[in-house]
């Protein structure tokens, strides 16, 4: 590996394929002053005969800075993720600048890991899905003058930007509309509860509801990760009892899809199931074209992409501006699915 | 900007803090032998102290290279290139490479520049999805030693590796399954023509057709970016004249999404529309969920991103071997939609 792009044609070489000082050539290639026409023409026709291309990485790592940014997600393969993550990429390309994209997978030790190479190789911001307790890492790396953006959730013990959603109201409108269409007894499904936005989403599912006087039943929360086994658990419990629930508010797109999933299966023959109402949080393709089509509290991934990436530009251009904390709103977009009466 | 990253701790600092030579603390930083434990013990309070980071960048690059790839995709927002990306990303965390990512937009001049960008911070390697009609611009970092693999579409005009999808089988598997199930008019959408996989999905089309003995009728083909008014019109066309066809095959999954959700409205009144069956290239999530539930033929951009990595990293290993080209195969997906009758 060591011995890779070794064969690249230097400046040297094009100054002596050119005939000219090496100097002359340096300021050709860098657009300087000083150069007679025909002999930067003399250049260029080395330069390109050689396929001579300027070394960007030297040349802005001794500028010191390197003009690019690293995106820590939870999984890139995630179309929510991967769709804030493009709207990074546009953000950082207005300003010439690339980008290196990584995945967590929810682990704090990748994301660590992930956050760190990219510090290393000195990239000039970072935009992060913080995962984990811990986050004082990256404090040298602030200090350092790395710009740092946290997006979805906050730094867990770090005073820094972050572009977040408003969960908490979200669910409430969601839970608010379900109790307007005369249902009472309401399934919670969420995330593992460690995850920032699972604990605010059933926070929004309990203010609504007690807001409204009812009482929350413990037996309809569920919070775990949406493995197959655990939607089927708690549908069995929330739907199947002598009081089953009438709808269900799902908590993220994951969760939703493996409701519908489970729900489009025969129920075991013990357990009685009617169809329940459903608001799910994130919108998802095609949701409009399922029977009936997914009522949703829709975020906006591109624009908490674009959010952040504006942010960590602006971060860079001045290190001392006070800390900013966004919060965006959600959306609801009535389909059928919230709708159904009890 | 050019004040970025100036206030790091330099090796420098180090030394100083920890009352020992640069070459010491150089040798501590860099796992090299010759330290005694003590002082190598004092140089590592120091940094923690400090907060000192070794610059992978600079290190990497005065080796010659960077142990970071770049990957070029259509659109990273779109489910099959995120991931196809990931998978990319895993193999290269394997390796210790970290990847940069952008999206052409289907821009050839777009693609050069993100691929080029690459080059000038001198990744080790690039994975693209090629967009245009000529990739003669990489041929010089390709000689320089920079690894290239091309992936979705093979390169316009250099033999490089390549990982493809057998496109031309996977519509044969398609139509001959619809014709298997009685159908004999049956309708084709595809992407814009100078697409690589859209030309090479209606060859599949024409060739079934032909070998078994039926003949091509123009009306039931469009190549056409899927936009609202192209499916339209082109449904329009296929269902509503006097000898409609009684099934569609999609191109991809942008066109049969675009395809059932126009399905999905109430058809013009003059036109009559009686429900086609429909295979479509590409899996999409949920599309076992919608009634009927969608039969696909379905590749795995995860394999595809996995192998397009490896063939990668083989390539740097040895930039003499021979070029590969891989194709890989489909799946036919049954699930109902595509076994409806005439």
């Known amino acids: 590996m060591s011995k890779l792009a070794t064969n690249r044609p230097t400046m040297n ?10 100097k002359t050539v340096s300021r050709v290639v860098n657009d300087e002053p000083g150069v007679n026409p025909a002999t930067a023409d003399k250049v260029k026709a080395a330069i390109d005969a050689l396929g001579f291309r300027r070394n960007d990485g030297a040349r802005t790592l001794r500028r010191g800075h390197t003009a690019s940014i690293g995106v820590v997600v939870r999984d ?3 179309p929510f993720y991967s769709t804030l993550t493009r709207a990074v990429e546009e953000v950082a390309l207005t300003h010439g600048f690339l980008v290196f994209t990584g995945s967590s997978d929810e682990s704090p030790s990748r994301q660590r890991e992930l956050a760190l190479a990219f510090c290393a ?8 899905v913080p995962v984990g307790e811990d986050h004082l890492y990256l404090q ?18 770090l005073d820094a930007d972050a ?3 408003d969960n908490v109201g979200g669910v409430r409108k969601g839970i608010e509309h379900l109790l307007a269409h005369g249902h009472r ?14 604990g605010e989403r059933v926070r929004g599912y309990r203010e609504a509801l007690t807001s409204a006087g009812h009482i929350i039943d413990p037996s309809l929360i569920s919070m775990a990760s949406p493995t197959r086994a655990a939607v089927r658990a708690a549908l069995d419990r ?3 009892g002598p009081s089953p629930a009438t709808a269900l508010f799902t908590g993220n797109s994951r969760v939703t899809v493996a409701v519908l999933r489970e729900l489009a299966e025969p129920p075991p023959e013990h357990v009685k199931r009617r169809r329940p109402a459903l608001v799910g949080f994130d919108d998802f393709e095609v949701a409009d074209l399922l029977s009936p089509a997914v009522t949703v509290i829709a975020q906006d991934p591109a624009r908490i992409g674009r959010a952040a990436a504006e942010l ?8 001392n501006r006070e800390v900013v904390r966004r919060e965006l709103p959600t959306r609801l977009i009535v389909r059928g699915s919230g709708e159904m009466p009890p």
């Open 121 to 128: 190789r000195r990239v000039d911001g970072v935009v992060i």
């Open 163 to 165: 572009v977040l959603v």
């Open 312 to 319: 960590l530009f602006r971060r860079m251009e001045n290190k």
């Open 185 to 198: 007894r309401i399934g919670f499904l969420g995330d593992a509860p460690d995850i920032f936005t699972a």
């Open 13 to 22: 070489d094009v100054a002596a394929a050119a005939g000219v000082a090496l």
């Open 76 to 78: 890139l393969a995630d």
């Open 140 to 157: 040298p790396e602030i200090a350092a003058g790395v710009a740092a953006v946290f997006v979805d959730r906050p730094a867990a013990n």
């Open 238 to 240: 929330m739907l199947g």
